[in-house]
């Protein structure tokens, strides 16, 4: 490992049933997205050559069920649960509604809540985003987004998620369930510019070209790999 790298230590609060490691998020990319033809039968790009959409999904590292978690229908409303006898019981929390905080369209009102068995710490100056495996709209959750300045604390905390409305059915053990984006928090101030310079003409002819369905000039041209690692 590249000592100059940043380094994310990810430490388990369970140390007798830890669950699965947290992965390098590359490594979770579902079969639906890999088995995808890069090109269409005329030749051209399909969705799958989108490189900002491959980083997205690819950016970071990911936490994984570690078990079987079951969600059925209840009296009431969609219960979840893991088998008795398993170390992992209570993994999944069950919530009341967070009064004001809605859930999004299409999903159940009622809130859960992971927990995870494992905290990140990061180098002094980082910060880490928690959100929903981006991209996965197959998954039948939502997490409520969160940034936790990992260089401070990296006790795991409670990561509040919503059901899709009347889903029931099995999340395997191994599944993505959040995904953990760290990066280096600075100032930023934001300037906008109008302009017909000879620069934002080149920007638009640049833009055009990124945009050809036949191109590949972002990926070819202009695009920097992100990396990723896990000690192994």
Known sequence: MDIDNPVIKAVSSNVDAPGLEPEVAAKSLPA???????????????????????DA?????????????????????????????SPFIGFVSER?????????????????????????????????????????FDLPFINAS????????????????????????????????????PFKREEWELKTQRSDTLDARRQKKLGDRFRSVKSDYYRDKLWERKKYKKDE
């Open 32 to 54: 639906w997205y890999k088995d995808h033809p890069r090109y269409v039968p005329t030749g051209e790009s399909s969705w799958r050559n989108c490189v900002p959409m491959f």
């Open 57 to 85: 999904m690819t950016s970071g590292y990911v936490l994984l069920t570690p078990e079987d978690v079951t969600f059925e229908q209840g009296d009431k409303r969609i219960n979840a649960r893991i088998d008795i006898g």
């Open 96 to 136: 009341d509604p967070m009064d004001t905080f809605k859930a999004p369209l299409g999903y159940d009102n009622n809130h859960y809540a992971w927990l995870p068995r494992w905290g990140f710490k990061l180098e002094p100056g980082y910060s880490a985003l928690y959100t929903t495996p981006l991209n996965r």
């Open 146 to 181: 969160g940034i936790i300045d990992n260089d401070k604390m990296s006790t795991p905390g409670n990561m509040p998620f919503f059901m899709r409305e009347g889903w029931t059915g099995v999340i395997p053990k191994g599944t993505p369930y959040a995904q953990i984006i």
